[in-house]
């Protein structure tokens, strides 16, 4: 990819407990945590979690929805109009979350096989759910 390559940069999730949901992301999902601190000192408006080197996960508390004065609809988005965020991983993470999750009593979805993505069809995906509501599917292509 170049510098000029459009891509995904973050995602902004409403949770109602960031602290809670970075160690769930941090934990079951296998995330680094981002800003934590800093949130907790009161320093940061919010923590993150990484995806990638380039993209994270923000965990914005729900309870800034009505003070979110430059995001219109922002309280009326606080009630998830996201259908999921699907995370593609490398086959042995795929197994490694679906473990983790299970290992951590996280519902999962049955694995579906050849749904179509940004890389055309995945050889295997599921669904799980964060402590937010927060939908996820979790696939992999290789």
């Keep these: 990819m170049t510098e000029h ?3 995904l940069d ?25 800003r934590l601190t800093d949130y907790s ?17 923000d965990l914005m508390p729900r309870a800034k929805a009505e003070r979110m ?16 965020v699907c995370l593609s991983l490398p086959s042995g ?12 009593s996280v519902p999962v979805s049955e694995i579906s ?3 179509f993505g940004a890389r055309g069809p995945a050889r295997r995906s599921f669904y799980f759910r964060d402590p937010d509501g927060n939908v ?7």
């Design 113 to 115: 096989h050849d749904s």
């Design 69 to 84: 004065g430059m995001l219109p609809g922002a309280v009326e988005s606080s009630g998830h109009p996201v259908n999921h």
């Design 41 to 57: 000192a009161g320093e940061a408006p919010f923590p993150s979690v990484r995806v990638n080197e380039e993209t994270i996960l």
């Design 10 to 34: 973050h995602i902004v999730l409403w949770v109602n407990d960031p602290i809670a949901a970075a160690g769930f992301y941090a934990k079951a999902v296998g995330l680094e945590p981002v």
């Design 5 to 7: 390559t459009t891509r």
């Design 93 to 104: 993470d795929f197994d490694a979350l679906r473990g983790r999750l299970e290992e951590g």
């Design 136 to 142: 996820f599917e979790a696939r992999h292509y290789d």
